[in-house]
Structure formats: structure tokens, C-alpha cells
């Protein structure tokens, strides 16, 4: 059944292939999880194992936090005015992505398992970076201002999906199984690819995240004087691409007027998506309504219907969005969340510090690339928030709980 898992993790990107069951609009994504769970809830009712699972998710440390965080995005349905669309947002963004946090926790129980679920979804980043590169050079209509993209849309979309990535090759290389060579080809591909996307906000959320990293190699004097210069050279590396891309913008390489017009747009989006949360703090405008109130919110303002609008897909920050999509009990969920999820990995350091500390790391680089993006607000990005807290829970019984 761990497969299931693995597949599912691998093809994250499948969300991007609509289909249809009995005129329902669903993915291939969905229908993976789907599968997964009736044919892992089947063999459980035949053994008799239903209650006893049941029982574990109920007494998980992320229990009450998820529910907070379930009933949230069924309020904010009610509160949007497009409850078709709301719906269809809480089948992708909560019921699936809980569910696929169910089957996590309920069948990775092996630090060898929690290996393999790091290969699958960094074997899926390194393949979309690799379909990227065929497009970025051979292929120009794979292009969007110079800028890596791969299948998606954005070339922001790609640096969400495999900047936190990047840290679970920690984890990769504490697995004897796995040739070491294949995986730094594999993190050099994830970086190279990472740099051609040009997102600001991904650097810094990778560089956020080195500094921490380094920081606690330092602190838990664990590592070998190797890795704490492996960690020291990427962060140089970092400081250095943030330079070569200064030069191409100094250069005419890729125009400059992206960065100014980028960063008044998304000041703008900013500053009124504040405006709009403290006028609605308490229950949000609803769930997938943002875009349209910003709009009406915004429509008599000089620029904003042309230019600014179009870009408002959400506030461009994480726990703003949060709040403005599900309400105050929404941010509330998410911060009880990683606060419960943060404590349990903290215990592990001392048990388990590689693996610990690459999922450590990979929260705080969806968290301070959160600081400039909505980086869990999409199928893929929040099925990986889950798959980041499911770790949390299953590497804590793997070194605690099971020893009770």
C-alpha cells in the first residue's frame, strides 16, 4: 500500500489533467487518491482494522488543529457566493489533501518508507525541471520572459513546487540504498532549474532556509566538517546567482521593467488585501471569491482594473490569503498546525537529525517563501504541506510513540 503513497507523491503534478466522473469535474490526481483510500479503506474493514486506525488519527497531536482547519473551509463555502466554485475549491485544497494526509500517516511507518517518499516527490521535481529544460532550450514557446517553466502556467509555479524540495536530498543522502552520485545530479538539476525560474521570492525562501540549516548544523555540532561546508557553499552559490542576475538585469539580459512593474503590482495587492481583511476579519470574503472581491473592491481605482486585477489571483502571501480565503479560525489552524508539527520534529532532531532536519528545513522554505507567495494555495503545494506535517507525526512514532 506504501506505493500507493509513492505514486501519488510522484505525479502531484497530474492535478493539471482534467477529467470527468458522472459530470463531476475531477484529476487524475484525485483519482489516484481516491483509489488509494477505498482500496486501503476495503482491506481494513476485511481485517477488522477500521477502529484501531481510528482510533491513532484521533489521538494524533494534529488532530484537533486539522478539524479546526476542515471546518474552517466548510464555513468559508457558505460564505462565498459562488458555492459551485467553493466546492470544487474544498474538494481539491481540504477533503483531498486531508485525505491524502490520512493515508500518509496511516501507512509510511518505516524511516527506510519516509526515504522513499523523498525520492518519489524530488523524482517528480527532477522530471519537471528536465521537461522544462527541453522547452527552455530548444522550444521558445516554452518560454515567458527568459524564465523556466516547465508544464506550468508560471514560471512562480515551478519555483514553488521544487524550492522546498531541495532540502529532502538531506534526507536522501542518509539512505544507503540510494547511489549518491544520482542524487547531488539530481539537487544540481533542482538548483540549476530553481535559478532559471528567476523568482526573488523562491531565492529567498531557499536562502531562509540555508541560514537555518547552517544554524542548526552549527548548533548540534552533528554533521561532519563536510556538510557544514556543503551547506556554507550553497549559501555562497545563492549569494553569487543573486549577483549574476543583477549583472543580467544591469545588461539588458532580461529586461528590468518585470522587477518594477512585478513589485508595484504585488505592493498594491499588498497593501488592499489588507485593506479588505480588516473590513472582513472575521469569516474572510469566502473561499475562492478573492480575485472577484478584489475586483469590485477595487474597480473604480485609477489602474487597478487593467493592471493590477488581473495579477490579484491571491494576496501573494501565505497567511493573508489563509485568512482572507477561510477567516481568523483558518489562521488559527494552519499556526496550531506547524507549531504542533515544529515540536514534534524538534524532539526528533536528537533521534533522527538528517531526516528531521531536511523536513525542518523545507517547512521554513514554503513558510518565508510564504512571506511573498500564497505557497500552499494550489492542489500540489497544499497536498506538500500535508506531506511536510504528515512527516512530523510519522517520524515522531517511529522514535516515540511506537516505544510507549
Known amino acids: ?12 503534478p ?10 463531476i469535474p475531477s484529476t487524475i490526481l484525485e483519482l489516484e487518491i481516491y483509489t488509494a483510500f477505498v482500496i486501503f479503506l476495503g482491506i481494513n474493514i476485511k481485517n477488522r482494522k477500521t477502529g484501531d486506525i481510528i482510533k491513532k488519527i484521533i489521538a494524533s497531536k494534529l488532530f484537533l488543529p486539522a478539524v479546526l482547519f476542515l471546518l474552517s473551509g466548510i464555513s468559508a463555502v457558505f460564505v462565498s457566493p459562488d458555492k459551485l466554485s467553493a466546492l470544487g475549491i474544498f474538494k481539491a485544497y481540504f477533503f483531498d489533501s486531508l485525505l491524502f494526509f490520512f493515508l500518509f500517516i496511516s501507512l509510511i511507518k518505516t524511516r527506510q518508507e519516509v526515504c522513499n517518499s523523498f525520492l518519489a516527490i524530488v ?5 519537471l525541471v528536465g521537461i522544462g529544460f527541453l522547452g527552455y532550450f530548444s522550444i ?25 524540495l531541495i532540502f529532502l536530498f538531506i534526507g536522501l543522502l542518509s539512505d544507503k540504498k540510494i547511489n549518491k552520485k544520482i542524487i547531488w545530479a539530481a539537487l544540481f ?22 541560514v537555518f540549516l547552517a544554524v542548526w548544523t552549527i548548533i548540534k555540532k552533528f554533521f561532519h566538517y563536510r556538510w557544514i561546508g556543503f551547506v556554507g557553499a550553497l549559501i555562497m552559490l545563492s549569494l553569487v546567482a543573486l549577483f549574476i542576475v543583477k549583472g543580467l538585469y544591469l545588461f539588458g539580459v532580461i529586461p528590468s521593467s518585470r522587477i518594477e512593474k512585478s513589485d ?8 488592499t488585501s489588507w485593506e479588505i481583511g480588516v473590513g472582513s476579519p472575521i469569516a474572510g470574503v469566502g473561499l475562492g471569491n478573492f480575485q472577484s472581491y478584489f475586483g469590485e473592491y477595487t474597480k473604480s481605482r485609477i489602474n487597478y482594473p487593467e493592471y493590477v486585477t488581473p495579477h490579484a489571483i491571491t494576496p501573494h502571501n501565505m497567511l493573508i490569503n489563509i485568512w482572507l480565503q477561510i477567516g481568523i479560525l483558518g489562521v488559527a489552524s494552519i499556526i496550531w498546525l506547524i507549531i504542533s508539527s515544529l515540536k514534534m520534529l524538534s524532539k526528533v532532531l536528537t533521534k533522527d537529525f538528517l531526516l528531521s532536519i531536511s523536513v525542518l528545513s523545507s517547512m521554513v522554505a514554503v513558510l518565508s517563501h510564504g512571506l511573498v507567495e500564497s505557497t500552499i494555495w494550489k492542489n500540489d503545494l497544499m497536498i506538500y504541506f500535508w506531506f511536510l506535517l504528515g512527516l512530523s507525526i510519522v517520524l515522531y512514532n517511529i522514535y516515540y510513540a511506537e516505544k510507549k
Do not use: C, H, Q
Not at 497530474?14 to 459530470?23: D, Q, T
Not at 508595484?264 to 497593501?271: C, D, G, Y
Open 140 to 164: 521558445p514557446n516554452f518560454l515567458e520572459d527568459g524564465r523556466l517553466r516547465s508544464i506550468f502556467s508560471s514560471p512562480n509555479y515551478l519555483s514553488l513546487y521544487i524550492t522546498p
Open 14 to 23: 497530474l492535478y493539471l489533467i482534467k477529467v470527468k466522473i458522472f459530470n
Open 1 to 12: 500500500m506504501a506505493n500507493f503513497i509513492y505514486l501519488i507523491l510522484f505525479s502531484l
Open 123 to 127: 523524482s517528480s521535481g527532477v522530471l
Open 189 to 210: 538539476v533542482l538548483l540549476f532549474g530553481l535559478f532559471l525560474t528567476f523568482s526573488r521570492g523562491a531565492w529567498m525562501g531557499l536562502l531562509v532556509a540555508l
Open 264 to 271: 508595484s503590482i504585488r505592493i498594491e495587492i499588498w497593501r
